[in-house]
């Protein structure tokens, strides 16, 4: 496959869970994406493909696969960045669908030298990922100092 800058095209991303039907549940609540199929392993249920439905081919899309609840190291081998206009709304969100806050909305790289805001997310299988609001325009920035500091 043909590329203009790389080696290879983004295709897709790979999220590790040990239930595919919770998965399905809060990948689906989180991205918008629909469940489109299962696949792989005897029983065709080793993965699970969250697509676009009326995206098209070049459509953001998620494979979730099935591993064991007590493999070791499965944990922490997928991350995704998540570009929200909201960062606080982003995350009550998630966690109202079962995700948990690991590090609370923030702005990088300090309140001092604003360039992004953001905070890091779980899945309930403990796979992180992050919400970004980026970019930040120069009114918000000036907005967003007196709020932090107060």
Request: hydrophobic fraction near 40%.
């Amino acid at each position: 496959m043909p590329t203009s800058n790389g080696i290879a095209k983004l295709w897709k991303s790979v999220v590790n869970v040990s239930d595919l039907d919770e998965g399905e549940r809060f990948w689906a609540a989180l991205t918008g994406l629909s469940p489109t199929g299962r696949h792989g392993g005897d029983n065709g249920d080793q993965y699970s493909s969250l697509e676009d439905v009326a995206g098209g081919d070049d459509a953001p899309w998620l494979l979730l696969q099935l591993v064991s609840r007590d493999r070791a190291s499965w944990l922490g081998g997928t991350h995704l960045d998540c570009r929200v206009d909201d960062v606080a709304v982003a995350v009550r969100r998630t966690e109202e669908i079962g995700g948990l806050t690991i590090k609370a909305p923030a702005f990088y790289p300090s309140d001092e030298s604003l360039y992004l805001e953001w905070a890091i997310m779980q899945d309930p299988f403990g796979n992180q990922f992050c919400f970004v609001r980026w970019p930040l325009e120069p009114r918000e920035v000036a907005a967003e100092i007196p709020a932090q500091q107060s």
